[in-house]
Every structure is written in C-alpha cells, then in structure tokens.
C-alpha cells in the first residue's frame, strides 16, 4: 500500500521491543516491592522487629535468637506467606474471570464463587455440618470449596444450555450471590449467638487463620494453575477481540471458557475457603495489572499475580498498623483502603480501559 | 497449489438451514473470488463453514495447503476494547497456536503485514482508540500476518475510505499473484468485484445462484433479479467494466 509522508518508517519492532523491556521492569519493580513488603510484613506485630532483624533471620536462621526465629518463621511467616499466595489467587483469578467473560465486573465475588464457599462455611460453623464427614479440622475450608466449586459447576451446566451469552453468565452469577446471600442470613437468623459471630468473622476475612499445611495446599494450587493459564496465553489475550476474532484465529471460544472457568473456581474457592471472603482482590489487582502491562497474557498474567499479592501484602501490614495491637480483619482493610485507592487510579487515568 | 471447491456444502444453526447444497468449480492459488450476494445472503456463514465453525452437509474440498493453518479468516469488524497496541494485536494472530516466546521472524512477519497494508502509523496505538476503517486495516493485518494458503475476507472494504479501498484490493491481487494465495473476499461493491476479481459467486437465500469468471457473472440480469436494480455494465475508457447503476427496481 502507497506509504505518505506522515507515516513512520517499518520500525515496528523497535517499538515492541522497548514495550516488551518496560515491562519486563514494570514486573520486576512489583516484585521487588512485594518482597519488601512481605519483610516490613515480618517485622510488625506485638514484638516489633527491625528490617535488619528479620532479614538477619531469614537468611540465617540459626544466628538470631530462639524468640526472633520462631516469630518469624513460624508465626508471621504463614500468614505473610499466605497473603501474597492468597492475593495472586484472587488476582489471577479475577483476571481471568474478566478475560473470559469480556466483563471488567467479573470477579470471584460477581459469579457467586466466594458467596458459595461463605455458605459452606458458614454451614459447618453455625450448624457443624460437614459436606464430607469425618474431617472435623478442616470442617470448614472444605465445605467452603464443596459448595464454592458446585456453584461454579451449577453456573458452567447453566451455560451449556442454547442461547446463553457470555452477558447470561454474569446474571446467573449474580443471581448466585443473591441465593447464597439469603441463605447465609438465613443461617444467621437460626444460630447462636457465638456460631453468629464465628461466621460473622468468617466472612471478614482474615489471614490469622493460616498455617503452613494451609499455605502449601494454597500455594500448590497456585503453583498448578499459573502453567495451566500460561499455556492458554495467546488464546486468552484473543479472547479479549470478542469470540468471533478468537475463532478466526483459531481458538475455541467455549471449551478454554469452560476450562478457565474450573482453573479459576478453583483458585477462588480454595483462597476463600481458608482465609475467608477477601473482598475486592480478584477486581482491583487485574484492573491495575492491565493499566500498568496492558493485556498481553505474557505480561498480564504474572502483573496481576504480583499486583494481587502485593495488595494483600500491604493490607497485611495496615491490619496491624491502624490500630496498634489489634489485627483488624484483612477483608476489612482491603476493602475500605483498596477501594478508594483504585477509585482514584480509574479515574486519573489517560486512556480508558473498558 | 492450493485448491478450494464446495461440494454441496450446506450449513445449520441448531435446526436452521442458512447454507443448501453450494457446488463450486475448482478455484486455484493466485485467484481472487469474489463472494456477492445481498444482505442475510449466507456470505459470513460460507466463510464459518469454511473453517468449521459451523456444521452441515457436503464437503469443503482444501486441497495442496502447505500452511501450518492453511485458512486466515477476517471476519466483519467488531469494536473492541482490550488494552492491546495495534502491533500486539498483529503479532497475537500469529502466535496462536505457537509457544509463548517471540522470535525475530515473528517480528519480522508482523513488520512485514504492517508495512503490506501501510498501517505503520498506527503500531503503537492502542486498539480501542481507531477509527472504524483503522480497525479493518488492523484486521487485515491480522489475517495477513499468519501466511496463510486461502484468505477469506468478510468485507473488508466497508468502512475504508476509496483511496484505502483500492489500496487493500491492489494488495490483495498482489498477494494472489505473487503468493499463490487463493483469495475469497466478500464484496458489495459490484465494481470492485468486477475490477479486481477473476471468479465470482453469488448467494441469495443461501443457495448459489450463479457462479463462474466475474465478469461473466456480474451482468445487468443478476442486477435485476439479486439486487432489485436497473443497472448496466459499460466500458470506462481503459477499457476497464465499469457498472452504471439507473436506479431501484
């Protein structure tokens, strides 16, 4: 085609490979800051430490003192640990919910998933009902992935049926959190008073709950599902130029939907049902994600990873900041402090991205 | 070279007929075939049947591809809004199906459908900020960048301007005479189709009403009985066919 004046020589490479090194420091820079994090996270508590203490510890153990030690590593380190593996789940998570459903809402909260996992929860700590019996010390994570991994199920058989867009899904998830909603209320009507506030705090969210059995079954998920979604990396990104681009291209708009949507209820549901509902994760970290590394999977992917965790990261340490010597509920935080901040992103932004 | 024929090719929705028993001559590499027809005619649902996307009788012959994906479809332009820049958005076509590292040669195919459909400008902007005509340049691109054997294109010229309309055809009968590549490019532009396609086929109520060299087909009868218009094919003074439309039937 005729070339004018205006347009630039064929220096298109050029172009993408100084967009690929930006970002390739954009991932790097979250990194670092998350690893920081985690260490600040370390640090505070009813025994405060400093930076030097707790990097002192980590890299030898055996020179710091017995107290320092088990401080770090077995008390703080799970649920420090836990945040950043709970935070790149959600992100992930969300992420993706987003990429396959074309809808920037879409987020474990939207489709039901966490208000299911909350009424299986809540469930085994109202009533003690166990889906599966006879495991009473993980009673309620497992009733909480039982339920939130059906309501997944029930909404994927839903979109099986003719007729039913991507814009159904949604609604259907969304009728989902209403039913779970109603029931949890119901099953707060009937409770005692002490199942009440257990499952009132349940659905807090909080991160004082982890232990490293928790954090290794969390982070194999995590470790599984980041490879299985890499895989689907171009795909992914083409689903975001709407089905019928996907299908030119030689994608499979609806099995990779289906086979997203297990990846993702499963990361959702097992956060959830260890730490609780942690509201807003699965939505802010992948908005900011594509803000700062656009939507290339490539990058995408691990940005919202790094961006969910170290969200969670922080609101670990602001839950022992704000008000000294109380852990305020994790969900608590990210909400109240998350929304704002991510408020004041969306709309200082240059570009609009959806 | 590669060969594309329709074998009473028919295609469903669910329990709807759109497509009936199309039979085609063999079209060849290095010919472009103009796929006519009005509106709700079955064009888009040929291209889909092509590609598999929809099922139905017959068969869809594709014969001496050498192509890993032998078939790049461009389908009608949708407005997205996925925060990709035009180049991602060129170089994810070509990756699809592919490991998820980039080579130099995959650059340089991106640079190269870039260049080919002169979009260089536009490599760093985002997609969601071009224009309806930008958007189809891109689009092109994209089916371009996968070096196919056949190249459907869903009409690729609605939205350009006359300039980038000739433009793209002049490039797309460039590509079939210098690539071998088989072309079939859905038009409703008559005098586009008589200018720069060699083999036509009409579709109306998705059956095929006629078929064979374009300038055979495209005559003042399939003006009148397909497009409900009086209408006649003259000779501009180079000789090419031009068509002078009088008026709605």
Redesign the interface.
Known sequence: ???TA????????V???S?VARRQLILAALFVTLCLSVCVDLALGPARFGLDEVVAALVSPGSVSDQLRVIVWDIRMPVALMAVVVGASLSIAGAQMQTILSNPLASPFTLGISAGAGFGAALALAFGVAIVPGSVAYMVPINAFLVAMLTAFAIHLLSLK?GVTIETIVLLGIAMVFIFNSLMALIQFFASQQALSAVVFWTMGSLTKATWPKLWITLTVLAVSIPLL?RH???L??M???D??A?????NPRRLRLEVLIIVSLLASISVAFVGTIGFIGLVGPHIA??LL???Q?FFLPGSALCGALILSVGSILSKMLIPGTVIPIGIITSLVGIPFFLFLVLNQR???? | MVSLAFDGVGARY?KRAVLDDIHTPTFFGGQIVALLGPNAAGKSTLFRRV?G?VNGEGEVRLEGATAE?PI?????E?R??????V???V???R????R?KVSAAD??A??RA?????I??L??R?I??LSGGQRQLV?AA??LV?SPDVLLLDEPTSALDLH?QI??L??LRRLATERGMLIVVALHDLGHALRFTDQAMVLADGTLKACGPTQAVVTPELLRDIYRVEGRIERCSRGQPLLVVDGAL
């Open positions: 085609m005729s070339k205006l347009e630039m020589p064929a220096q298109g490479r172009f993408y490979r967009l003719r890499a990396g171009w795909a990104t083409a975001r130029l709407g019928a681009k299908e030119s291209m030689g994608v594509r803000m656009g939507e290339d490539r570009k609009s991205a959806w | 669910a590609l996307l994906r790049a479809y461009m389908p009608q949708t997205v809004d996925a925060v990709l820049t180049y991602e958005s170089l994810l076509a990756m699809q199906g592919r998820l650059l340089e991106v640079d870039i260049d080919e459909l002169g260089q400008a490599t760093a985002d969601g900020d689009s994209q089916a996968q980038r433009a793209l002049s490039v």
